[in-house]
């Protein structure tokens, strides 16, 4: 069987596709014949031959969608014209634009105009390669175009199988689409591997389709079926290796190969959240019905990255998972390390790892990771059912700037039952103090999304009808109970503190963002004696000398503690309460919900100390 596998807009540039890589193994394993094709690429290249012969648009505009489309629709929208037709609701979408504040209507206006006929060129290249099934994938902006092709496709050849998988066909979605869209004979809900391999036994006439796990399929008589949803997660010793090497042959071959900076490979070693199966995250609905946790064998997991390094030559590696194996410390970090290769490495940390933790993922070339840092309030992080207090965050900031790590995080807000008063002021007086830590990457309000706790359990505060977000219906041709269905983000009323509040903690964290660059604040331990060099915008140029049992106590807050805490560790001193009164006065540390941090990133550490 010769199988087509498609990535459509919105795809990232920079990397390959993990869906397209991981099936191409699992189905080639299976003796199909199989071709990659990024539409995504495509669509750049489209852009950058419309760019190249005198044309407003550019693989820049493809970027801009891909990093700032998906919360206003735009990537969907763009798509609209070749599901349903140019100019589709064009002033309500405009009009949507302008109340949301976004900059580039006019480009995606442009490109909405493009669409049609790069949907036909696509359906012109996979009939080229004389497919028996074209497998399409779907995550986030991927939906429409996704649709868009399937359907030129079915207009071309009526009897060609056209199966869709995804993120965004999991659960209620992956039914509402294709209950709709006739042009999908087959939505696969949940991972793939193993509803792949039974659908081609299906073909094979050795399985009924209604034995598919999760499947939605079409009979004879174009009626549809959904057969029951059950998440059959894939063990870690199972997880394919990802076949990449047709996105970097495409990509290298590229007219669109100027604009695109930065290429890595995209790569995965686990998947599901161990944190999210004891407690998951309020806001967090990434995982579907998969949120297991499962590795692979750390030598596995060493092979795959470092060959992978080896054969194309690509020292950043994107790894996709939710969270990092711990028991990668002890293994595939070390392993890593010990190549010495200049890797640039990306993983998903959870934020309470140990200094030594910290200096492992350094040393193995880990240089950017996303720590689920989210607020620095005890009482907003427990709303989250984040596990961790505000000044654990703070102090995973310090190791971070420490061992020369960037965290990227947003400072979320709007979770039902926080305050002003309580939860934001005390964080919003002493972020001044932390311009020298790295900051987020701006504020934004909670969304709602689909299989989220606070999605599924109206106890947690959310308990008014739910809406899809407000693009939905001016993307879709559909009515509200199957946009209910479809839809992975919603609104609802704005919870917790409101937008004159907000704007009070944006306006800090942007000067925290501003001064980041030209701050510092380290300190140096020599015997007794504590040196902390302070160098932030905002505050006088100083050096604190603390000697003596200060000096101890502000070693201490290294870790976070509170008051009993640090006095379990030095004993009775009655003046402790007033040093770190003088030290939070100072900026020199963190305090909330009575523990306390200290903020001076250390320094070489002398040999006597």
Known sequence: MRVSLVSMPWQ?????????????????????????????????EYLAGNHQTGGELSPDDYHIVCDTGFAYGV??????????????????????????GYAHADAAERMHRLAPRFVELTADRVLATRPDLVGISSAFEQNVPSLALAAALKRRRPDLPIVMGGANCDGPMGAALHRNFPQLDYVVRGEGERPVRELLEAFAGQRAMADVTGLCWRDADGRAHENPYVARPTPGHLLPVAKVDPFFEAVHASPARPWINGLALRLETSRGCWWGEKRQCTFCGLNGGGIGFRSKPAKRAFDEISSAVAKFGVLDVMLSDNILDPSYFDTLLPWLAALDWDLNIFYEVKSNLKPEQMASLAAAGVTTVQPGIESLSSRVLALMNKGATGAAQVRALRLFREHGI???????????????????????EQIPAL?????????????????SPLFDDPTLGVDEPLLPAAWYPLVYDLDGEELLELAYTFEYPPKGIDDNDAAKLAIVVEQWRERSARSSMTCRAVDDVVVIEDRRIGWPARDHVLRGARASAYLALARHLTMPGLLAVLGDQPDLREWLGEWKADGLVYEDAGTWVALAVPGVRDAAA
């Open 12 to 44: 990232a540039l920079h990397w390959p596709s993990l869906a397209l890589s991981v099936l191409d193994t699992v189905l080639t394993d299976l003796g199909c014949e199989v071709t990659q094709i990024y539409g995504n690429l495509q669509f750049a």
């Open 75 to 100: 990537g969907e929208w763009v798509f609209s014209s070749a599901l349903y037709e140019p100019g589709w609701r064009l002033t309500r979408f405009r009009e949507h634009l302008e109340h949301k």
């Open 406 to 428: 960037h965290p990227m995080w947003n400072y979320l807000y709007g979770f039902p039952g926080e305050r002003w008063l309580t939860d934001y002021a005390h964080v919003a």
């Open 435 to 451: 311009v020298h830590l790295p900051p987020p990457n701006g504020i934004t309000r909670v969304t709602l999304d689909r299989f």
